[in-house]
């Protein structure tokens, strides 16, 4: 299981304003983002699940700007893929915050 | 106001586990983030505020793993600034939100 | 035709060298990289061409540390996709460079 | 010595092309970037040096656009910084190509 951060930003569409295409990239997640776990943060998305899933619909989510008009995309994506523990996204803030609890 | 997204990995410690460096970042954030908002997320730590604060605090960030024995780290800094309106990670969260709920 | 910049990197491996790694991702890209064209740079590697393409290899080179051991990958990409135009390496290169001796 | 990787997008100018920008930057590079080594490539610029010199450097180009009328920028600055070994953009690629041609 990996946890993955997105950010789908459209180039050139003459409005500073991002947030149509986020909520269309959500509503794709909504559709096409079975099996896995994802959460809105304030750069991005970030999605918890099976890798290839992920990429797939990421995939998907990279189109969203395109077909809403915009003719340049720029997509950053970042994997966190751990295989010898189970890197969730609750686990891993837990795991911090345990530490901090405890050296506090 | 700027939204920053930062994610400090230190490279070749010999453990997977990377929660006592994020935890010691988080410490650094309350000692040296005065006038900054910020939230800890599965994939970074996101920061808002002024643009120059949050680059001085980052730079603190930066040198954390080092101070405990990594002799190599990798660092990803994503600034998202907006001038033509107050951009908060609560204010981009909610505008999405309500796009949502408006075309649900 | 896109633009991706892809950096792969293992964590917690016991050592700050990346260059095996990276030699062995070089290697990948050799024998699967048919039909894209890619550079090594300081950071990371650039690919050019097809989208899919690129991602069904870097979908391989994101592998390739953990068949090298590692137990944990970090891998960050940067897609820049353009549509109304073909944005190739050396066109996107040679468009800036034409820009700083026109207003030189 | 740290080498970095900075690309610097205005979003919502209304025009696809990045070359005016990116152009923008290098003249402040070719200004501002004493002691500093420096190198376009089609996804960013890759800076070798001194790490406080390069960050205030950064922290010029991602003003840049707004200087040329952008109300909103996106940058993303990804740090590798080494202290075991001089990690120059140099020696990053040779350190590579070394191992690529050893194991040919």
Redesign the interface.
């Known amino acids: 299981m990996a ?1 993955v ?1 997105v ?1 789908v ?1 459209p ?10 295409f ?2 269309a990239c ?2 794709e997640l909504q559709q096409h983002g079975e099996g896995l776990k994802y ?6 998305t ?1 999605i ?1 699940g099976d ?2 899933l992920i ?1 797939a619909v990421i ?1 998907r989510l ?1 189109e969203v700007p ?1 077909n809403h008009g915009a ?15 189970t890197g ?3 686990q ?2 837990k ?6 609890k405890g ?1 506090g």
């Open positions: 946890v951060d950010t930003v180039i050139g569409t003459g409005t500073t304003s991002l947030s149509p986020v909520a959500q509503r959460e809105l943060t304030a750069m991005g970030i918890e890798l290839d990429l995939r990279h395109f003719k340049r995309v720029s997509t950053v994506i970042r994997i966190d893929d751990r295989r010898n523990k969730s996204i609750t891993k803030i795991s911090v915050e345990a530490r901090l050296e």
